[in-house]
């Protein structure tokens, strides 16, 4: 007899439409040091992180839901590197 074990797929939300989709579909945004958010790519980046859709990327501006995913310590979006993130992704 041959079992199938279903592994574990993490979900995450959203932060600009708050649909909830597999880790591996969304982008990770992290916080660096200095306060500024920056796309990760790798999703590797040490701290706190929130997620968007491919499709979100464009829309997403500095607002509430940005300073409240990361819990108010951000300062700063890097606009430039995100923008250059959306041609590339």
């Given at each position: 007899m ?38 990760d ?9 929130a ?5 979100c990327?464009q ?10 995913a ?6 700063g ?13």
């Open positions: 041959t079992e199938t074990v279903k592994k574990h797929v993490p979900i995450r939300t959203c932060i600009v439409c708050r649909t909830k989709k597999p880790k591996k579909d969304l982008l990770r945004l992290a916080l660096t040091p200095e306060g500024v958010v920056v796309l790519i790798s999703q590797r980046i040490n701290g706190r992180g997620y968007v859709c491919h499709d990327l829309k997403l501006k500095w607002d509430k839901r940005l300073e409240r990361f819990r108010g310590r951000a300062k979006l890097n606009v430039q590197l995100i923008n250059g993130a959306c041609r590339g992704v």
